[in-house]
């Protein structure tokens, strides 16, 4: 792909024109638009691997089947169950239609999805945990189908929310939007974290900054990292086939937590509610596509 987008460069680093010259020593000074592959230029600068078409259809189908699965478990889910069976719910299901739960194994965690309850953040494991009628439940999804990787999550109430529940969960949602609202060609990665952090702190709610955004597709965890909080105009540039995530964890009290003995559950330090939404998206010429679209 070649293109003339505004981009980044060093004027020691490589031309983006793929002259193999320095930039100073090549088209720093010419006046006429650099012809740059972006290919090329974003996985040297970057790590980062834009999408081509086939991989983003790869992408939008594994996503499919893991909005399927969302809308599955919110009509199953139910006070009185414990987060296993949400499990045992997500694995089979994903089995069943030819994918596999990315999560299982992955770097040594147990289940094949994250359920995360009131004060959890992320990374809950399913277990004998009762969920309950009041609770918050955050869902976590990513289902591997043909080779590629899609990831989404959302925050349920279970029966009638309080008060807390309803402002956290309806802060994390605004917050996610106002995210994506910065996802066009030409804003940068550090807007949609600019983004998300005004809106937050607005709120009088407050970022974590442990747990970040992710590029994804033919890997779990791809570059770029993707934060939820940061400066306007930082960061890398927003360019066409970028997929990567973005799943703010917003809290009612502060950002502090701490991990559990499992070495996975994520909680907040001040037992202050949690709530987060998360979408798996691909940068298109005039904004951008969700490939896991889940009315957040
Ligand atoms: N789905 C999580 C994310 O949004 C990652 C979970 S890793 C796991 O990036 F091992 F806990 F599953
Ligand atoms: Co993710
Ligand atoms: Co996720």
């Known amino acids: 792909m070649t293109n003339t987008v505004n981009i980044k460069v060093g004027r020691n680093e490589l031309c983006p024109c793929g002259s193999g010259k320095k930039y100073k020593k090549c088209c720093e000074g010419s006046k006429k638009p650099i012809p740059v592959n972006l ?10 691997d834009l999408k081509k078409e086939k991989d983003i259809d ?28 949400i499990n045992t719910f997500v694995h089979d299901y994903t089995i069943k239609h030819g994918a596999i739960p990315a999560p299982l194994n992955y770097k040594g965690y ?26 918050i439940v955050n869902i976590d999804i990513t289902s591997i189908l043909n080779g590629y990787y899609a990831d989404s999550n959302q925050t349920l109430f279970i029966g009638t929310p309080g008060d807390d529940a309803k402002k956290i969960v309806q802060v994390a949602r605004d917050c996610f939007r106002a995210g994506m609202s910065m996802v066009v060609p ?29 590029g994804i597709g033919i890997d779990f965890h791809e570059a ?19 997929v990567f995530t973005v799943e703010p964890m917003i809290n009612l009290g502060g950002n502090r937590l701490y991990i559990l003995d499992d070495e996975w559950t994520a909680v907040t ?6 709530a987060q939404f998360e979408e798996t998206i691909v940068v298109t010429e005039d904004g951008y596509e969700s490939l896991t679209p889940m009315d957040i």
Request: hydrophobic share 30%; net charge negative; aromatic share 6%.
């Open 39 to 48: 290919e090329n230029h974003y996985r040297k600068k970057y790590g980062i």
């Open 58 to 85: 790869g992408i939008r189908e594994a996503g499919k089947l893991v909005v399927e699965t969302h809308k599955l478990v919110e009509d199953f889910i139910r006070p009185g169950m414990s987060t296993d069976e």
């Open 110 to 135: 147990p289940k094949s999805v994250c359920v995360s309850v009131n004060d959890v953040i992320c990374h809950g494991i399913p277990g004998d945990l009762i969920i309950n009628e009041g609770d």
């Open 186 to 214: 030409g804003n940068t990665i550090g807007d949609i974290g600019w983004a998300i952090q005004t809106h937050a702190e607005k709120s009088g709610c407050s970022v974590v900054r442990e747990f970040i955004g992710h």
């Open 224 to 242: 770029p990292q993707v934060p939820h909080f940061g400066k306007r105009g930082s960061g890398v540039p927003l360019v066409p086939g970028m």
């Open 269 to 274: 330090a001040d037992g202050s509610l949690s």
